[in-house]
């Protein structure tokens, strides 16, 4: 069984600096210099209380969405901070696993140079070892956040960040997966073949159907070439797939026994049809993959869609390759993920949320006090200049569509809002080395339909039909054996 790893976290405390300044000296006293005035006049305008008390934020924030959130932080420092003495300093750590690093190296104490922040972007398993042994370390948020503030964020956003029942961990912004479409190359096959429509999408059973009718026509595009057609969408997170339809189905795929140690809950059935579900499309050609992300599969004319997260839709291309190369302009579709038939609408819930080290009084509710400004008071505006969804339970105003200028963003943005409100929504592994095993679980997957897709087309290339190639690949073989290569992964 893979046991979780003891990350022990121990806040360290940040001194506030005090900047009060008071002088004694004879009742005459001498006129001050101009550069001394200008001086004294500059820190008067930078703060308005004496002291100023700093509170950390890391993060691994980078580029614009560093820029967005920097302007954001100038823009509390500068108000609501200057009038409570507070100055919030962020510091991007460079990527999540230079931020996961960083935080080890202080808290194993093999740096005695660096302090703990105050606020640490944090998913779940950077947290949940330090929770089940060292409570303290970490503010429990659910004590002192008031609960009308708990009441204003999306529930399951928040119900991520329980952990044994306690609340260590606030949204501050989320993902979700969607289905992106290349939408002027999808009018055109819904014209040329009005048997099917956009409703079609909405499950993964009326999607395999579509996506064998766009194989076909495409395949009829070149009638000297027989069983060359297009694949229709690709996944660009297969683990993410995996997540999704086992909690669609009602398998947990986990839970912790009482001495902490992660015990798999994998059930056969669930994750052969889960893999058959788009394992079969995918070696007969409805379903593709090529590139390093299948937004680039798009962008080739590869793919006429894909199903990849709600903040990539900013990525998505807005011109595609046409039969001769040269780049075209096209329009985008955003639709919900895909249903599963007869189960229960799950969609995955991603993007990091922060964690409060537990310092003094005054630390802590300053640190709360931005975070509130931060993700409730400003969470829109976060959110949506990364091309994030905002994690208030609030519907989206109109006044706040028109401050979306990206058309495609505002797409992503509602469209996932909405499927947040009405399907279920989940959240990825949170034990020790679990990015190790959806990184496993992925290649897997992705070897296991690459391996397919291959042996099909040999079959074909055999003289077989669509039929007997399909005949041929022993599927139900191939399912129980990506059952047992999962069940081994989780059991290393």
């Not at 008071?22 to 006049?41: L, N, Y």
């Not at 008390?53 to 560093?66: G, P, R, V």
């Not at 669609?248 to 893999?275: C, K, Q, T, W």
């Not at 985008?332 to 003094?360: C, L």
């Amino acid at each position: 069984m893979r046991r979780l790893r003891i990350a022990s976290i121990t806040a360290l405390c940040i001194g506030a600096a005090v900047l009060a300044g008071g002088c004694s000296g004879e009742s005459r006293k001498a006129e001050p210099t101009r550069a001394q005035a200008e001086a004294s006049s500059a820190q008067t305008e930078e703060n308005d209380s004496e002291t100023v008390m700093s509170i950390e934020f890391w993060h691994y924030y980078n580029d614009a969405q560093k820029q967005h959130l920097d302007q954001l932080i100038k823009e509390y420092n500068d108000t609501l901070g200057r009038e409570r003495g507070v100055a919030v300093e962020a510091y991007s750590q460079g990527s999540i696993a230079d931020l996961t690093n960083k935080i080890d190296l202080v808290l194993n104490g093999t740096t005695n140079d660096v302090e703990m922040a105050n606020i640490v972007l944090a998913y779940r398993d950077m947290v949940v070892n330090t929770v089940k042994l060292h409570p303290d370390r970490l503010v429990e948020l659910g004590s002192v956040v008031p609960e009308s503030d708990l009441a204003q964020y999306n529930q399951a956003y928040l119900n991520e960040g329980y952990i044994d029942g306690k609340l260590y961990i606030l949204p501050v912004a989320k993902s979700t997966e969607l289905l992106l479409m290349n939408q002027t190359r999808l009018d055109a096959f819904l014209d040329a073949n009005p048997r099917y429509r956009e409703e079609n999408m909405e499950s993964w059973e009326g999607l395999e159907r579509m996506a064998e009718g766009y194989f076909r026509w495409t395949d009829d595009m070149t009638p000297e070439t027989d069983g060359d057609g297009s694949p229709f969408i690709g996944v660009d997170n297969l683990a993410n797939y995996f997540v999704a339809m086992n909690h669609a189905m009602g398998s947990d795929i986990y839970h912790y026994d009482e001495n902490g140690v992660v015990v798999p809950d994998l059930d056969r059935d669930i994750i052969e049809r889960l893999f058959l579900n788009y394992y079969q499309p995918f070696t007969k050609g409805y379903y593709g993959a090529k590139g390093r992300y299948r937004s680039d599969d798009v962008k080739q004319s590869y793919l006429a869609g894909c199903i990849g997260s709600s903040s990539s839709v900013l990525y998505f291309p807005e011109e595609v390759a046409d039969s001769e190369g040269n780049m075209v302009p096209v329009t985008t579709g955003v639709y919900q993920y895909p249903v599963m038939e007869g189960t229960t609408p799950t969609a995955i819930q991603q993007g990091a949320g922060v964690a409060v080290f537990n310092r003094s009084h005054e630390e802590n509710k300053a640190a709360l006090d931005f975070i509130h400004w931060l993700t409730i008071d400003r969470g829109f505006e976060l959110a949506t200049s990364m091309s994030y969804m905002p994690v208030d339970n609030g519907a989206m105003t109109e006044e706040q569509g028109r401050q979306i200028d990206d058309a495609r963003v505002l797409k992503g943005i509602e469209t996932g809002l909405k499927q947040s409100s009405s399907y279920q929504m989940v959240y990825g592994f949170d034990f020790e080395n679990s990015y190790d095993v959806r990184t496993e679980v992925d290649a897997c997957f992705s070897e296991a339909l690459s391996r397919g897709r291959m042996e099909f087309e040999e079959y074909l290339g055999q003289g077989m039909s669509m039929d007997e190639a399909a005949a041929s690949m022993d599927y139900g073989r191939k399912a129980d054996a990506f059952y047992e290569q999962v069940k081994a992964i989780f059991e290393e």
